[in-house]
Antibody, heavy 126, light 110 residues
Framework: EVQLVESGGGLVQPGGSLRLSCEASGFTFSAYAMTWVRQAPGKGLEWVSTISGTGYFTFHADSVKGRFTISRDNSGNTLFLQMNSLRAEDTAVYYC???????????????????WGKGTTVTVSS | QTVVTQEPSLSVSPGGTVTLTCGLRSGSVSRSYFPSWHQQTPGQAPRTLIYSTKTRSSGVPDRFSGSILGNKAALTITGAQADDESHYYCVLYLGRGISVFGGGTKLTVL
């Protein structure tokens, strides 16, 4: 059974940093792309970042580009999201999800989200 | 900025059929956007229902179906059940690694 367990959330001051983790089990981690999606309180879902199975491709939403970095450790079956220069508007539940991807180059690359974790809560407040 | 549109709310009677749509503020949705649909009940993690327009995820009952209707992606629920009462989100793939969620549709079964 696929399991994804997020951790690392918490309360942080504006301008601070956090590193989220997503421990994966029940599947061949390196064979799947992985995605972070967030949900602000009372709001809808927002795509944040995606990384290909090898880590060769990484993508970030404009709202986090330059501040957040997605990475992965395939030997440890763990996905990460390094979040710097945090703002109040980054307050959200952060979900990791597996993503099935296709294509070998940027123009042909495509993925879709598949299995979701339960999320970890990040609160940015002074 | 690409805006993905969904009906804010819809209702359906138990046993009835309802269609949720996913459009673009500017332009038409086609299969090349690989639309997907995700269900979320309050306080729960999302669950993927449909990907690549019409492919059901593992374990999803066949009363959920995806399609392109006119210039929008569509999710049709046939024979609605009480536990279908949820929020439904579509996702469009814009290319070059970028995905965008719609604002979601709150479906009420009553």
């Amino acid at each position: 059974e696929v399991q994804l367990v997020e951790s690392g959330g918490g309360l942080v001051q504006p301008g601070g940093s956090l590193r989220l983790s997503c421990e994966a089990s029940g599947f061949t981690f390196s064979a799947y792309a992985m995605t972070w999606v967030r949900q602000a309180p009372g709001k809808g879902l927002e795509w944040v970042s995606t990384i290909s199975g090898t880590g060769y491709f990484t993508f970030h939403a404009d709202s986090v580009k330059g501040r957040f970095t997605i990475s992965r450790d395939n030997s440890g079956n763990t996905l990460f999201l390094q979040m710097n220069s945090l703002r109040a508007e980054d307050t959200a539940v952060y979900y990791c999800a597996t993503a099935v991807d296709y294509g070998d180059d940027l123009d042909s690359y495509y993925y879709h989200m598949d299995v979701w974790g339960k999320g970890t809560t990040v609160t940015v407040s002074s | 900025q690409t805006v993905v549109t969904q009906e804010p709310s819809l209702s359906v009677s138990p046993g009835g059929t309802v269609t949720l749509t996913c459009g673009l503020r500017s332009g038409s949705v086609s299969r090349s956007y690989f639309p997907s649909w995700h269900q979320q009940t309050p306080g729960q993690a999302p669950r993927t229902l449909i990907y690549s327009t019409k492919t059901r995820s593992s374990g999803v009952p066949d009363r959920f179906s995806g399609s392109i209707l006119g210039n929008k992606a569509a999710l049709t629920i046939t024979g609605a059940q009480a536990d279908d009462e949820s929020h439904y989100y579509c996702v469009l793939y814009l290319g070059r690694g970028i995905s965008v969620f719609g604002g979601g549709t709150k479906l009420t079964v009553l």
